[in-house]
């Protein structure tokens, strides 16, 4: 799992999912288009929720995704519905500065909107993220939810190959584990857990005051303030 990063001065000002242009907002009950060559299969959002709800799979394209994803059914089950506490400013801060732009663009090399792409990756998985993360939790069956269009997971000319890059370093084993698709979605949200930022105003507040001394003595200087 990547380590946590140090919340800045930074305070992110736009707090609600932000909406896609139209042409990049087509639809939302196609969470995985499984797309290899001049293929797609296409897995619907009534699919996933009841393999999540109860186990049974009813769909082709998912059944792929679950052998290639180095885990068994079960503990990607599990782990897609596993719920994570989160504080949704803190997300929000974490996901609109540059530390959080760069982690979005490094988890959607091949996982992005059907129509548009790369050119909207970012906007579309932040969106699902805060989005779920309103109510104070996440996991990943509700940032897949939350998407505010179709997606695909892109294996085609020798720009994309269907590796998703894991957030689980040193957690994940094998090539399956660390860049199937369903294997990103298990350790996702356990990645905006330990990255949310907390509110440096809380952190400065929490700083007690010097003591100040009886005797008339030179000021030192406050230490750990800057």
């Known amino acids: 799992m990547i380590k946590r990063l140090l919340a800045g001065l930074f305070v992110g000002t736009a707090l ?131 998407l505010p269009t179709d997606m695909r997971v892109a294996d085609f000319s020798n720009t994309y190959t269907g590796s998703q890059n894991v957030c689980a370093e040193g957690r994940c084993q094998g090539g399956a584990q660390c860049t199937s698709l369903l294997s990103w979605y298990v350790f996702l949200p356990a990645c905006i857990q330990a990255n949310q930022m907390a509110d440096p105003v809380a952190q400065v507040r929490a700083i007690p005051a010097p003591v100040q001394q009886v005797q008339q003595v030179q000021p030192e200087a406050i230490r750990g303030l800057w």
Do not use: H
Request: with cysteine.
């Open 16 to 146: 609600s999912a932000v909406a896609l242009p139209v042409s990049a907002a087509v639809d939302n009950n196609l969470p995985v288009c499984w797309n290899t060559g001049g293929a797609v299969w296409s897995t619907n959002q009534d699919a996933f929720n009841t393999f999540l709800q109860s186990g049974e799979i009813t769909e082709r394209g998912l059944e792929g995704g679950l052998n290639r994803s180095g885990w068994t059914s079960e503990e990607v089950r599990e782990g897609m519905n596993k719920s994570y506490n989160v504080d949704f400013i803190g997300v929000s801060r974490f996901l609109y500065s540059d530390a959080g732009v760069k982690f979005l663009k490094n988890q959607t090399t091949s996982y992005f909107p059907y129509w548009s792409m790369n050119t909207y990756a970012v906007q579309a998985l932040r969106s699902a993220i805060v989005a779920d993360a309103r109510d104070g939790q996440i996991s990943s069956a509700g940032i897949m939810n939350a």
